[in-house]
């Protein structure tokens, strides 16, 4: 079974708009179009995934999560997650899933955070011990002991992130959505959960499809990555392969052991040298990075040498501006 199946799954939203010119005449008079937030997106998740969903504002990444945890309607399709029908058996999916949307939170607003937990132990029936061990858990690794006796409208983003997070898993779920769980926290806070998350992954097996608009999340948590655009997945697969087959050129910089004349091996070319330090750039799907140290190894001596790949946010960037061509 997977723990998410969608197959050609669409959301349609009827828009009302005025009609050109129909203030001017005094009328009320409004056209209907059709907007398809989703249209025909068809993968699976296989149990124990952490899943990279990424797309531009507006490609359908939000609306796909509304439907997978049962906010949302589908238009047609199949959607299913461990089994269910998100809409059709919301109560059941409830008790075995976790959500945790960047911009909203779970927490209650004028309550400590502490008593936000206590609420939600009642809400989803969580036995008594289960409850202390998974609380004790997670304070101890997103630190939250400071600001648990805190009312959350007094917490900081960063804060409240981490109150979210442990919230959305208290009841150990077994699938766990994420949508930009991220957003405008610093530099700390996202090293912070971005470590949280991995382990929550490696260690108790749960299931994460992840849609964020920082690429960093993606690189340091996925290994795969769906990209969405006008409500269709237009790549599933392996990050590296998405940027050896769109990421453009890989630099080699190699350090020698003293100056010396430009480095010529076929399959890359020259850039730029500094001192005894060069340059040279070459294509992941011309030759492989074995083969290119290989033979300047053969023709200088070195003494160090790093490979620098085009951040996947420029891949990312470079599919939509140019397509899957």
């Known amino acids: 079974m997977y723990a998410v199946e969608l197959d050609d799954a669409r ?3 009827a828009v009302y708009r005025a009609r050109p010119g129909a203030k001017a005449l005094g009328r009320l008079r409004r056209e209907r179009t059709l907007v398809h ?39 047609s399709g199949l959607v299913r997650v461990l089994g269910l029908e998100p809409t059709r058996q919301r109560v059941e999916l409830a008790r075995r899933i976790g959500v945790v949307f960047g911009q909203r ?44 006796a805190t009312p959350v409208r007094q917490l900081s983003l ?27 926290l610093d530099v700390v806070a996202k090293a912070r959960i971005r470590e949280f998350l991995a382990d929550v992954n490696r260690e108790r097996g749960t299931t994460v499809l992840l849609t964020t608009h920082d690429m960093d999340d993606i690189e340091r948590l996925c290994r795969r990555m769906l990209v969405i655009d ?7 697969g392996d990050l590296e392969k998405l940027r050896r087959r769109f990421g453009g050129e890989s630099v080699l910089i190699v350090d020698l052991e003293e100056p010396g004349p430009e480095i010529e091996v076929d399959g890359a070319r020259f850039e730029r040298m500094e001192g005894p330090r060069q340059w040279l750039r070459f294509r992941r799907d011309e030759v492989t990075a074995a083969a290119l140290i290989s033979s ?18 420029d891949v990312v960037r470079r599919i939509y501006e140019s397509g899957l061509s």
């Open 11 to 13: 959301k349609t939203f």
């Open 37 to 75: 937030a989703v249209d025909g997106v068809s993968f699976t998740v296989a149990p124990g995934e952490m899943v990279g969903y990424v797309g531009p504002n507006g490609a359908g990444k939000s609306t796909t999560v509304k439907m997978l945890t049962g906010i949302l309607v589908p238009s």
């Open 105 to 148: 939170t779970q927490l209650w607003w004028d309550l400590p955070l502490i008593d936000s937990f206590e609420l939600l132990r009642h809400i989803y029936r969580i036995p008594e011990d289960r409850y202390r061990r998974n609380l004790a858990s997670f304070t101890g690794v997103l630190d939250l002991e400071p600001f648990l």
């Open 158 to 184: 960063g804060q409240r992130m981490r109150g979210d997070l442990a919230a959305a898993l208290l009841h150990e779920p077994e699938m766990l959505f994420l949508d930009e769980p991220t957003i405008g």
């Open 230 to 236: 006008h409500g269709r997945v237009i790549y599933d």
């Open 296 to 313: 300047v190894a053969s023709k200088v001596k070195l003494q160090d040498l790093a490979i620098t790949d085009p951040a996947i946010e």
